[in-house]
Nanobody
Framework: QVQLAESGGGLVQIGGSRRLSCTAS????????MGWYRRAPGKQRELVAT??????ANYGDAVKGRFAISRDSQSAVSLQMNNLKPEDTAVYFC?????????WGQGTQVTVSS
């Protein structure tokens, strides 16, 4: 099992930037990709970005060109969020994909002011 700890959430002004970080612990060697998903008020969970161990990234349409995901190590991933919009307000969850499935962090709130 993998445990995930997120940091970096908070209040952000429209057009501003924020960086989220996530560190995994546990069976780190089993991870083949990490990523971020979010759940906005009244909406279902959606993809933000994922990145493989080889550095291949995939982004959700809503954040393409504004967010950048980085795999900082086998056990760490970060998300640089730029030009933030009110629609980006959500709970952001870090994920780790491994041989036995996906593990999730507790989530960190990002609120973009109107």
């Amino acid at each position: 099992q993998v445990q995930l700890a997120e940091s970096g959430g908070g209040l952000v002004q429209i057009g501003g930037s924020r960086r989220l970080s996530c560190t995994a612990s546990g069976t780190i060697a089993s991870i083949y990709a990490m990523g971020w998903y979010r759940r906005a008020p009244g909406k279902q969970r959606e993809l933000v970005a994922t990145i493989s161990n080889d550095g291949l990234a995939n982004y959700g349409d809503a954040v393409k060109g504004r967010f950048a995901i980085s795999r900082d190590s086998q056990s760490a991933v970060s998300l640089q969020m730029n030009n933030l919009k009110p629609e980006d307000t959500a709970v952001y969850f870090c994920s780790a994909m491994g041989r036995r499935g996906t593990d999730w962090g507790q989530g960190t709130q990002v609120t973009v002011s109107s």
